[in-house]
């Protein structure tokens, strides 16, 4: 189940339009790579919590290195890593240099397994992370009421955009 939350948002490039509600999903948090191999021992994995940490462990260090030498990784099921570069523009291709290379990146492209998961997930809609915050303030002032208006970055409150 993934859970979502819905925040109004303005268009960058139409800044007069106004503001419509989008949805973000929510995460429940990170798992590190033993709390993955402690997920798939419970699973069945014919392979102890070590081992399977290990080999990820491994994995991590053989891909940077292939990936330095200019493979693309395939990683089954799940998709395809490589890298990419971001560079500044020279006047020629006489005077473009390697210090013209800016950034090395690493992208990942989906199999169609996990191309898009919409069909094959629930979703549970939870409060924002600012409005579960402020209730949980409330609650330990003894309030019976929060409030989560947005604050503009002077700490006034945000006006709502006329229709």
Not at 94 to 101: G, L, R, S, V, W
Request: hydrophobic share 35%; charged share 25%.
């Amino acid at each position: 189940m993934l859970d979502y939350s819905v925040a109004l948002l303005a268009n960058p490039a139409h800044e007069g339009d106004p503001k419509k509600a989008y949805a973000y999903l929510q995460s429940r948090g990170t798992l590190s790579i033993s709390e993955i191999a402690d997920h798939m021992v419970k699973h069945g994995c014919n392979y102890d919590r070590a081992d399977i940490v290990a080999i990820i462990t491994k994995l991590v260090s053989c891909i940077k290195e292939l990936m330095e030498d200019s493979y693309r990784i395939s990683l089954g099921d799940l998709g395809n890593l490589f890298l990419s570069c971001k560079s500044t523009g020279a006047t020629s291709l006489k005077a473009f240099t390697e210090n013209n290379i800016k950034e090395i990146n690493v992208n990942f492209s989906p199999s169609k397994q996990f191309e898009n998961l919409r069909s094959e997930v629930s979703l549970h809609k939870v409060p924002s992370r600012a409005a579960a915050q402020a209730a949980l303030e409330a609650q330990l002032e003894g309030l019976t009421t929060a409030d989560w208006t947005p604050k503009d970055n002077d700490g006034e409150e945000d006006e709502e955009p006329e229709p």
